[in-house]
């Protein structure tokens, strides 16, 4: 199982709620101990420099404490201080989630979502290390463990961390600010912008990421070079078709193919963002399907077809209502040799959310218009999604959402979907 998830990285240089290194923390009969021994200290170095004080002056006659005695002194200060402010920080974060799903023409049931641990050690102001994890049960009932995302993250100065390792796409706002359930003001994300969508979920690379001022308007960006998508494929009645992109995070780049991407984004004034995303590169079929069997077979020797990604978005507050959208157009080339040559594909899809927090109370009602279109006809889908939330607090969320599905006859595309759904952030 592949998993490829606000984060503003920056955001954990204050960890108010961290915890410190294993042993640090103090009961308060220990805190009051330490507290004398420190003042105790404090009070003997301070002696120790005005008996210097006034040698120096030719007040008083040469104290018996030498330079290495006063060094040792001050050796002891610090490491009796040290526990107040610590190098080094461990926070954890994370959510998870639990529900029910009743969708037309099948049994309702309930599911548990996922648990996702976030683990953060930060050292000083320079490095942080952060990787979420995440658990589900699976239909047959067994635990499925899969990675999201594992960064270094170098603070190089105030415009630009350095993010090496397996990242959440920038492409975008949803992947990489919105996905986690109790920040997704609805059970579901929007069609194709999950995995096998039109926007890209996950890379393993290089990634620069920070924010600069452009005068009185603010801006951030991401630019990374990453291993890139591998491209599923179906052979049906003698031919090939394209069926997906899997653009998630791969252990290894088996075509060898590199993509380059990014996005920028300016707050031209408070509580409004509009980022524009771009990503280029190669991407190949490495996994062919069986329409039949199901059966997958590797495939070498594969065209690498171009792969081109555009996106769009917007997110406008105001007082207790909130408005945001994107737009993403995945594009992969025709195949004109080799063992799957096959017409090329586009993958496309945008939707619109709009939620309002009734004032005076904790429900929150959200409206949601989503559009995606494949190369297949089979896989496309129009959603009207509703939904009512309670906030019981500001991380804990009760959500009911309902969806309205316009798809492929039979397929889950076209079926409509009751959901609840409880998710935590913690």
């Not at 301070?46 to 030498?66: I, M, Y």
């Not at 463990?145 to 350095?162: A, K």
């Not at 975008?172 to 919105?178: A, D, E, S």
């Not at 590169?281 to 555009?310: H, N, P, W």
Request: hydrophobic share 40%.
């Amino acid at each position: 199982m592949k998993k490829t998830t606000i984060r503003n990285r920056c955001g954990f240089l204050a960890l108010g709620a961290s915890m410190m290194l294993p042993g640090i923390a103090l009961a308060q009969t220990d805190y009051e101990v330490l507290q004398s021994q420190v003042q105790e200290l404090a009070a003997q170095l301070a002696a120790v420099q005005q008996a210097l004080a006034k040698l120096q002056q030719g007040q008083a006659e040469a104290p018996s404490t030498t330079a290495a005695d006063i060094a040792e002194l001050k050796d002891d200060v610090a490491t009796a201080l040290e526990w107040r402010t610590p190098s080094s920080l461990i926070h954890m974060a994370g959510y998870t989630d639990v529900g029910y799903v009743n969708a037309k023409n099948s049994d309702g049931t309930f599911v548990l979502g996922s648990f996702a641990p976030i683990f953060h050690f930060q050292y000083r102001d320079k490095v942080m290390f952060e990787s979420e994890l995440e658990f589900e049960i699976s239909p047959d009932g067994e635990t499925e463990v899969g990675m999201e995302y594992l960064t270094i993250d170098y603070f190089l100065n105030d415009y630009v961390t350095v993010v090496a390792g397996s990242f959440l796409s920038p492409i975008g706002q949803f992947r990489q600010n919105l996905h986690p359930s109790w920040i997704n003001k609805l059970a579901s994300a929007p069609p194709g912008f999950g995995h096998d969508g039109a926007a890209p979920t996950a890379d393993l690379g290089l990634q620069l990421r920070g924010g600069f001022p452009l005068g009185s308007v603010r801006s951030n960006y991401a630019v990374y070079v990453g291993n890139g998508p591998e491209l599923n494929a179906v052979f049906d009645d003698g031919e090939f078709e394209l069926e997906g992109i899997a653009a998630e995070t791969f252990g290894v780049d088996r075509d060898g193919k590199k993509v380059v991407g990014g996005r920028f984004a300016i707050l031209p004034v408070a509580r409004l963002e509009i980022g524009v995303s771009a990503l280029t590169g190669k991407a190949t079929v490495t996994g062919l399907e069986d329409e039949v069997s199901g059966a997958i077979t590797e495939v070498d020797g594969a065209f690498a077809r171009d792969y081109d990604v555009i996106g769009a978005d917007y997110a406008w507050a105001w007082n207790d209502f909130s408005l945001r959208g994107e737009y993403v157009r995945s594009k992969v080339g025709a195949a004109l040799s080799g063992p799957t040559a096959s017409d090329g594909g586009t993958w496309k899809s945008w939707y619109s959310q709009a939620a309002w927090r009734i004032p005076s109370t904790n429900y929150e009602a959200v409206m949601r218009f989503a559009d995606f279109d494949t190369p297949n006809v089979i896989g496309d889908q129009t959603q009207w999604a509703i939904g009512l939330n309670y906030l019981i607090t500001n991380s804990f969320i009760a959500k009911g959402t309902y969806e309205f599905n316009d798809g492929f006859t039979g397929s889950n595309a076209d079926s409509n979907r009751l959901m609840l759904q409880l998710a935590y952030g913690f």
